[in-house]
């Protein structure tokens, strides 16, 4: 009998919406971003789409896919008031 691995499966918005408390907001720089899907893999909150889009309303700034981004196409910038 073969193991199986267990793969966690966020579902869009699964924490509802998020994006009023965030303090930091990822911006795609495009001219950089090779499009490999990294961000979209490991964003918790599955708030990034098939275009690489990211959706602030579900988006709670934790930097993950800035982090995992191979090509450092991704930057956190503070949310201005």
């Known amino acids: 009998m073969s193991a199986k691995l267990a793969i966690s499966r966020p579902a869009e918005g699964a924490a ?9 907001r990822p911006v795609v720089d495009r001219e950089a971003c090779n499009e490999c899907g ?6 918790p909150d599955a708030a990034i ?5 990211i959706d602030l309303d579900y988006c709670k700034g934790c930097g993950i896919c800035a982090k995992e981004c191979p ?10 008031d």
Do not use: S
């Open 16 to 24: 509802g919406k998020t994006g009023t408390w965030r303090t930091f």
């Open 38 to 43: 990294l961000c979209r893999q490991y964003c």
């Open 49 to 53: 789409d098939e275009n690489l889009d």
């Open 71 to 80: 090509k450092k196409a991704i930057t956190m910038v503070r949310e201005e």
